[in-house]
């Protein structure tokens, strides 16, 4: 699988008795019994949206096969969502579920913890449960996340959308204001999870000439009616 997988929801005991009994049945010969519970403990906190199943299972040392089908299990309960690897190269366009964001105190408080964790782990204090004392940065922070949003559209890779909000400096040394501390990693992920962004593949399509000069001569000798 060559996609990444992020943990979206808490298993329930009639999930964790079906997800052991539908491993148990399709995992490989070489599982032992009670086995599947450990998997699934070895590979749960490394699901996070970044990492690929191949790269989960060596990081857990769980057998590639095994982790497979855990995660085909968990994916069928709803426990996890699937989604496409990060890459700047990566083509995205906003759909228009945006206007939820807009009118959704909630839901852009959540977003700015998910695309920015480590601001809102520097903001806000223990006691309070708000995202910070100076709501002022929050709500810039919003907005540049909400800015850079509407900022995907078909022809414009990852990367250049990232430049073209300052989030993506190409001096290493450079602090611009509008990056605050935004993970394009959780920013895009976030999006995809809550349909904010759609992933835009291309596919180029190629015909051989002379299908090309007989369907052009067949139309050109066709008279007008």
Not at 52 to 65: P, Q
């Amino acid at each position: 699988m060559r996609v990444c997988v992020i943990y979206v929801h808490s298993l329930t005991t009639t999930q964790t008795t079906g997800l052991r009994t539908q491993m148990s049945m399709s995992s490989s010969s070489q599982t032992k019994k009670g086995e599947p519970d450990l998997i699934l403990y070895q590979i749960l906190p490394l699901t996070d949206g970044v990492r690929y199943v191949r790269k989960i299972a060596e990081l857990a040392g769980v057998d590639l096969e095994d982790a497979r089908v855990a995660f085909r299990s968990l994916l069928l309960h709803g426990v996890i969502a699937k989604i496409d690897i990060f890459q700047f190269s990566n083509i995205y366009r906003v759909t228009s579920k945006i206007q939820e964001l807009a009118s959704s105190a909630e839901l852009q408080e959540r977003c700015v913890q998910c695309v920015c964790p480590d601001l809102t782990r520097t903001m806000a204090p223990e006691s309070s449960k708000t995202l910070g004392p100076d709501r002022n940065v929050t709500k810039r922070v919003f907005q540049n996340i909400f800015r850079t949003y509407c900022s995907f559209r078909g022809g414009i890779n990852v990367e250049d959308v990232l430049k073209s909000q300052f989030i993506l400096n190409e001096d290493e040394d450079g602090d611009s204001e509008g990056s605050d501390r935004i993970d394009p990693n959780r920013l895009v992920v976030f999006g995809v999870l809550c349909g904010f962004l759609r992933t835009l593949f291309f596919f180029f399509f190629s015909f051989p000439i002379e299908c090309v000069s007989f369907s052009y001569q067949k139309n050109k000798n066709r008279p007008c009616t």
